[in-house]
C-alpha cells in the first residue's frame, strides 16, 4: 500500500477530521521501528520499540466496515510481534473501536482531556489503552503471513 493509497484510506476513515497526508506516511514508513500491516480495505502502523509496540492508527474504509477487517489487522499486529506489551489511544465516543480492542485484551489506563479536536463539536478525550502481547493474541485464528508494506 504507498503513502497515497493510506492517505485517500486514512481521510475516508476520519471524515470529517482531517486525514494524515501521503507525506506524513511516508515519513513514518521510512522509520525503521514502523510496519504497515495491510488488508483489502484497511490497514494500521505500529511502531515497536524496545519491547513495546504502539498502534499508530488502523483505518477501514467506511463502505467496507463490520466485515472483521479491523479485528483481522488486529490478529496480523497481536500475532506477529515479538513486543511484551502493546498500547494505543482511541476516542472515547469511537465505541466500536473501544469494543474490539477490549476483546483483544486491552484496557483503559489513563485518559487525554479533549484530545481530539473535532470540527463543529466539543473536543474528545483520548482514551489510553494497554494489553499484555501473549503470542497466542487474536479473537481469529491467523494462518498466514501478515501483508506489509
Request: a positive charge; proline letters at 6%; one cysteine or more.
Amino acid at each position: 500500500m504507498t503513502p497515497q493509497d493510506m492517505a485517500r484510506l486514512h481521510a475516508a476513515a476520519f471524515a470529517p477530521q482531517r486525514g494524515w497526508s501521503a507525506q506524513e506516511f511516508q515519513s513514518l514508513c521510512a522509520s525503521p521501528h514502523v510496519r504497515c500491516l495491510s488488508r483489502t480495505h484497511g490497514f494500521a502502523l505500529v511502531r515497536t520499540l524496545a519491547g513495546e509496540t504502539e498502534l499508530l492508527t488502523l483505518a477501514v474504509d467506511p463502505q467496507h466496515r463490520r466485515k472483521g477487517i479491523a479485528n483481522r489487522i488486529l490478529c496480523d499486529w497481536l500475532g506477529s510481534t515479538d513486543a511484551q506489551t502493546a498500547f494505543l489511544d482511541v476516542a472515547a465516543d469511537n465505541a466500536p473501536a473501544r469494543a474490539l480492542y477490549a476483546l483483544h485484551g486491552f484496557a483503559e489506563t489513563g485518559r487525554r482531556k479533549s484530545y481530539y479536536h473535532r470540527p463543529d463539536a466539543p473536543p474528545v478525550d483520548a482514551v489510553l489503552m494497554q494489553a499484555a502481547v501473549t503470542h497466542r493474541q487474536g479473537v481469529e485464528s491467523s494462518s498466514h503471513t501478515p501483508k506489509t508494506g
